[in-house]
């Protein structure tokens, strides 16, 4: 129980800007385990989202809240993953081959290309949010984030990590496998069984088949996952859950 516990702030500090005690060790290979309760972080992200509309919900209008509930989520998670999104996005227009795109994702001079995927990404993430109905907001907001930091670990297991220049990327994703997949899969499918019901079944049938997607893509395209493909994926996931929720609940 202490180990998780201490696995659990590991990945709270990681992928957030939340204060986690720093006398805590974090090593590559605890970093990597640490993985397994990604979801678990997306889903106290996600109720942290639901309290916030809740209690600004009869203050704000709900077009400003939405976006306000995005820009707190961005703070929160200190624009980690949007750095990825704009460099993905650089790096498929600029690189001719997988070695220029992952030279390009070590490139930290924005382009335009990354500017228009992240304005666009963040404009149909709001969108999806904005329409969801009232009834299923608070299943929306926990849902998103959990789906986001759940992919990462799929890819992270599922991919090769090609380093590029000074990258340390797969130092800790290596460390991640078989135990951290079942542990994010099981917390998501449980999460998806909770809020949606039988029909969470079948958001996550088809996140799965988006997800195979994508390993595929990413292989074929990059060579495999870094962490800034991580990111991006995350954001892409996102929004896509999103649009998930709209259509089939």
């Known amino acids: 129980m202490r180990y998780s516990w201490e696995q659990f702030r590991i990945a709270l500090g990681f992928l957030t800007i939340l204060p986690v005690d720093r006398s805590l060790e974090v090593t590559p290979e605890r970093l990597g385990r640490s993985m397994a309760l990604y979801p678990a972080v997306g889903l106290v992200l996600g109720l ?12 704000v209008p709900r077009a400003v809240l939405d976006c306000l509930l995005l820009l707190i989520l961005i703070v ?14 650089d790096g498929l227009a600029r690189g001719k081959n997988s070695a220029g795109i992952v030279r390009t994702l070590q490139d930290r001079q924005g382009g335009a ?5 992240l304005v666009m ?10 329409n969801l109905p009232m009834s ?8 998103m984030p959990a789906v986001g930091r759940w992919v990462q670990v799929v890819l992270a297991v599922s991919c090769r990590h090609p380093r590029g220049r000074g990258s340390s990327d797969a130092v800790y994703l290596e460390h991640s496998g078989e135990r951290e997949l079942l542990i994010a899969c099981g917390s998501l499918i449980a999460v998806a069984l909770v809020l949606f019901g039988m029909e969470g ?6 996140l799965g088949i988006a997800t195979i997607l994508l390993i595929k ?11 800034d493909v991580l ?19």
């Open 48 to 59: 942290g989202l639901v309290m916030l509309d809740s209690l600004l919900g009869a203050l």
């Open 76 to 89: 929160v998670t200190g624009a980690l993953h949007l750095d990825g999104i704009a460099a993905l996005f």
């Open 113 to 117: 290309m990354g500017v228009v995927g």
């Open 121 to 130: 990404l963040l404009l149909l993430k709001y969108l999806c949010l904005f």
């Open 136 to 143: 299923i907001k608070s299943a929306g907001l926990i849902f």
């Open 201 to 206: 079944i079948f958001l996550i049938f088809l």
């Open 217 to 227: 893509y990413f292989e074929i395209r990059l060579g495999g996952v870094n962490g």
């Open 231 to 249: 990111g991006a994926s995350s954001e892409l996931m996102e929004v896509f859950s999103l649009l998930l929720v709209l259509a089939v609940i």
